[in-house]
């Protein structure tokens, strides 16, 4: 089963808290004070979102910026304007870790200095966020309402427990009389988990397969070039509709799999292109030339030239993700469990909201998160362009 | 003499091209020597990359052999074939293409370094990237270390690209046109660091340009071998060839170098070729490339089979020039149509 299961829980907290103290004694020690309290709240907060996961990688990503604050240019001896025999080059290795440490948390500060330039990115950015928050945090604030309600909530004169939206339930109520705020809170983990799961899954899977086929070429590449082109041209929602009628998915997991396997064809496609196009590049030649060998070429010389298009794809693959699923569920064709946006529409349906004026919020609002958390992705990816481009994130 | 560093044997190199073989080399005959310059000079197409390349072990023969300190670069292995790649190191033309965009210029300088274990600790490593940047200069060494390359002028990242040629101490480097894409202004400054770097480092320098005049600038200490359609026609000192040229077109091309004196342009011997059209790779003319466009075409001679490249009599390089090499000189084509 995937999810958010280690949601904002104390546990959490204890860690965001305890891997915290150490930007925050970095910043004490270096007189960075605003940074290391930051570096703080940075990974208690992450550190309750997502536990263990969140506060650590949050401590280093903290620990990196407010060091980059402290570390100023001259304490590099490369940057010294003495002659090269006063220059001394030997270092500690604390000396190295703090200079590496500085580098890529200024790499770090570039990168949100670019998501703060970008407008529209920084829109998705907030977007994003706020649809993570939101599920991550939410449950926190409202409390799951799962109960059928009868009686107590029918409106006098009214003939459906559906109602509008009102100043004690902002979203309305469903056909059962419960909150649906509470839904859209709760109903959103299952859906971007999985998405987000097929979404990298997707991705791995195509830049392997993409640039084993372009670099190793011969009969692997005519393989694995007829199984994509196999892939592609069966239609691809139908197949998954027939595919997921036979198996019994009620491990999103599988789920999310199978999503991927029938996603990759086209990115490894483009990504097989790619690193063909990328291997004539002349300075992959000098590289050749230089006896670097074919891993740093690989890892070195042409990935990293393809990794905002991948990440950019990863996106993008995800919001396919999430219409696929959110379709099966449409249909029934994934065993329906609540909460869960896509159940929600498709209840919705069946019970009439097509019909009902009062029930319009329970079609609407589930569609609407849908769409908003798609349309800030799609808006995200202008950061991420300017995040991995060195050209545009030193911007110049 | 002393023995080359790299010899091509007879090498041919044929490419595919819609199922159709394009011969791009035919039997090229070259050496390099230690410490030179050897500049090839011709028209584009003439497959000047293609040697380039195929002297740097980044392309293979499809005939004949490259020999490197005698032995033929097919049978190295191992550790002499790890000696053999990083003798040669390649400056290519476009310096926007030539430099990885996704590292500092210090990361492009390190990798190497650090992957041959030509420096013994991390300090040593930034001290020869100091002592690098220095080397072509580009000081002070802290402004650039740590840019990336789209923050440099072209030739900045000319001299970048030299820089890193230099990291792994190789006796050759191929520059492939290196400075045709740089402003003119900086052009000299450029060779003069190359020229500098031969002198002091003691590397060759295979200096590959289409302009015979910056060739003749360059190499004027070196050799200089001149190419038409796949095929060395002429190769000698420079001096030689650019003072008494033998082959026709050397002659034509030598002619059409402008000089700075406009007296000495107006009476230079003017040289006008039967054809300005060059023929296509896919379709060369039998025997001597260059008769259908040669002012001096003997009928029967030059059309039959390809001339070899000699020694003629009155002169010190080596010429693909049938008339010449049989002792004759070259009679106007025609003339010799009027005599008829
Ligand atoms: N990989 C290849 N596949 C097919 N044809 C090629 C390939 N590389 C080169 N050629 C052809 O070989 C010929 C010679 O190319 P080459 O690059 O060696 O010429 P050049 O003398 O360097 O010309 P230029 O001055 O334009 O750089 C050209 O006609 C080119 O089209
Ligand atoms: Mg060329």
């Known amino acids: 089963m995937i999810g958010f299961s280690t949601v904002a829980t104390p546990v959490g907290i204890l860690?965001?808290?305890?891997?915290?103290?150490?930007?925050?004694?970095?910043?004490?020690?270096?007189?960075?004070?605003?940074?290391?309290?930051?570096?703080?709240?940075?990974?208690?907060?992450?550190?309750?979102?997502?536990?263990?996961?969140?506060?650590?990688?949050?401590?280093?990503?903290?620990?990196?910026?407010?060091?980059?604050?402290?570390?100023?240019?001259?304490?590099?001896?490369?940057?010294?304007?003495?002659?090269?025999?006063?220059?001394?080059?030997?270092?500690?290795?604390?000396?190295f870790l703090i200079r590496s440490f500085a580098s890529f948390g200024r790499a770090l500060r570039?990168?949100?200095?670019?998501?703060?330039?970008?407008?529209?990115?920084?829109?998705?950015?907030?977007?994003?966020?706020?649809?993570?928050?939101?599920?991550?945090?939410?449950?926190?604030?409202?409390?799951?309402?799962?109960?059928?309600?009868?009686?107590?909530?029918?409106?006098?004169?009214?003939?459906?427990?559906?109602?509008?939206?009102?100043?004690?339930?902002?979203?309305?109520?469903?056909?059962?009389?419960?909150?649906?705020?509470?839904?859209?809170?709760?109903?959103?983990?299952?859906?971007?988990?999985?998405?987000?799961?097929?979404?990298?899954?997707?991705?791995?899977?195509?830049?392997?397969?993409?640039?084993?086929?372009?670099?190793?070429?011969?009969?692997?590449?005519?393989?694995?070039?007829?199984?994509?082109?196999?892939?592609?041209?069966?239609?691809?929602?139908?197949?998954?509709?027939?595919?997921?009628?036979?198996?019994?998915?009620?491990?999103?997991?599988?789920?999310?799999?199978?999503?991927?396997?029938?996603?990759?064809?086209?990115?490894?496609?483009a990504i097989r292109a790619q690193v063909l196009s990328l291997r004539e590049r002349d300075y992959v030649e000098a590289a050749f030339s230089l006896n670097m060998g074919l891993p740093h070429i690989i890892v070195r010389e042409v990935l990293p030239n393809m990794v905002s298009y991948i990440v950019i794809s990863t996106i993008f693959s995800i919001r396919a993700a999430m219409y696929a699923q959110v379709g099966l569920v449409f249909l029934g064709l994934v065993p329906l469990q609540e909460p869960d946006w896509g159940v929600m529409i498709l209840v919705a349906r069946q019970q009439g909201a097509l019909f009902l004026r009062e029930a319009t919020s329970m079609l609407l609002s589930p569609i609407l998160a849908i769409a908003l958390f798609q349309l800030s992705l799609v808006l995200f990816t202008r950061s991420l362009e300017e995040i991995f481009n060195p050209r545009l994130r030193e911007g110049l | 003499?002393?023995?080359?560093?790299?010899?091509?044997?007879?090498?041919?190199?044929?490419?595919?091209?819609?199922?159709?073989?394009?011969?791009?080399?035919?039997?090229?005959?070259?050496?390099?020597?230690?410490?030179?310059?050897?500049?090839?000079?011709?028209?584009?197409?003439?497959?000047?990359?293609?040697?380039?390349?195929?002297?740097?072990?980044?392309?293979?023969?499809?005939?004949?052999?490259?020999?490197?300190?005698?032995?033929?670069?097919?049978?190295?292995?191992?550790?002499?074939?790890?000696?053999?790649?990083?003798?040669?190191?390649?400056?290519?033309?476009?310096?926007?293409?030539?430099?990885?965009?996704?590292?500092?210029?210090?990361?492009?300088?390190?990798?190497p370094i650090a992957r041959h274990r030509l420096a013994a600790n991390r300090a040593e490593v930034r001290r020869r990237v100091w002592e690098l940047l220095t080397l072509v200069d580009l000081t002070p060494p802290g402004d650039i270390v740590n840019k990336y390359p789209h923050q440099l002028s072209g030739g900045q990242r000319q001299r970048v690209s030299i820089a890193r040629a230099l990291t792994v101490n190789p006796r050759l480097i191929i520059a492939d046109e290196a400075v045709s894409m740089v402003d003119v202004s900086i052009r000299i400054s450029l060779l003069k660091t190359l020229q500098r770097l031969r002198e002091t480092l003691g590397v060759a320098i295979v200096f590959i340009t289409h302009d015979l005049a910056l060739a003749k600038y360059f190499a004027w200490e070196g050799r200089i071998s001149v190419m038409y359609l796949g095929r060395v026609i002429e190769v000698g000192r420079t001096e030689a060839v650019v003072h008494n040229p033998a082959h026709p077109y050397t002659r034509a091309l030598i002619a059409a170098i402008p000089e700075a004196d406009p007296e000495i342009t107006r009476s230079k011997a003017r040289l006008t070729l039967r054809s300005e059209d060059i023929p296509s790779l896919t379709a060369i003319p039998p025997g001597c490339a260059f008769h259908p466009r040669c002012p001096f075409f003997v009928p029967g001679v030059c059309d039959v089979a390809p001339p070899p490249l000699d020694v003629p009599p009155n002169y010190e390089q080596q010429v693909a020039c049938l008339p010449l090499l049989g002792g004759g000189a070259l009679t106007p084509y025609a003339e010799q149509d009027a005599t008829v």
């Not at chain 1, 339930?169 to 097929?198: E, K």
């Not at chain 1, 595919?243 to 086209?266: M, Q, S």
């Not at chain 2, 560093?5 to 091209?17: A, G, Q, S």
């Open chain 1, 110 to 269: 570039a990168a949100s200095r670019a998501v703060l330039r970008n407008r529209a990115g920084f829109v998705g950015f907030v977007g994003v966020m706020f649809f993570l928050l939101m599920t991550t945090f939410g449950p926190l604030v409202i409390e799951y309402d799962g109960r059928a309600h009868y009686y107590d909530r029918l409106l006098p004169g009214s003939q459906t427990l559906f109602q509008g939206p009102s100043a004690e339930f902002p979203l309305g109520l469903d056909y059962q009389g419960r909150d649906i705020l509470s839904h859209i809170v709760y109903g959103g983990q299952a859906v971007i988990a999985t998405a987000v799961v097929a979404g990298i899954l997707t991705t791995l899977i195509a830049v392997t397969l993409g640039a084993a086929s372009a670099l190793i070429g011969g009969i692997v590449d005519t393989v694995l070039t007829a199984i994509t082109n196999f892939i592609l041209t069966i239609p691809q929602f139908p197949l998954l509709v027939v595919i997921a009628a036979i198996v019994n998915l009620d491990d999103r997991l599988w789920l999310a799999v199978l999503l991927a396997v029938l996603d990759f064809p086209t990115l490894m496609r």
């Open chain 1, 15 to 95: 860690i965001g808290m305890l891997v915290g103290l150490i930007p925050l004694i970095v910043g004490i020690r270096l007189k960075k004070i605003p940074a290391g309290i930051g570096g703080f709240f940075g990974c208690a907060l992450s550190g309750f979102a997502c536990g263990f996961l969140g506060g650590i990688p949050m401590m280093i990503l903290t620990t990196a910026v407010v060091v980059s604050y402290a570390y100023t240019v001259k304490d590099d001896p490369f940057l010294s304007r003495a002659a090269l025999d006063e220059v001394d080059f030997t270092e500690t290795r604390t000396q």
């Open chain 2, 1 to 111: 003499m002393t023995t080359p560093l790299i010899e091509l044997h007879h090498v041919d190199r044929t490419f595919k091209k819609d199922n159709q073989p394009i011969r791009v080399l035919q039997d090229v005959n070259l050496s390099v020597y230690p410490g030179e310059i050897l500049c090839l000079v011709g028209e584009s197409g003439c497959g000047k990359t293609t040697t380039g390349k195929i002297i740097a072990g980044l392309l293979a023969p499809s005939a004949g052999e490259v020999r490197y300190h005698g032995e033929n670069v097919n049978q190295l292995r191992g550790e002499r074939l790890a000696t053999y790649r990083r003798d040669h190191q390649i400056v290519h033309q476009d310096p926007f293409a030539s430099l990885n965009p996704a590292h500092t210029i210090g990361q492009i300088l390190s990798y």
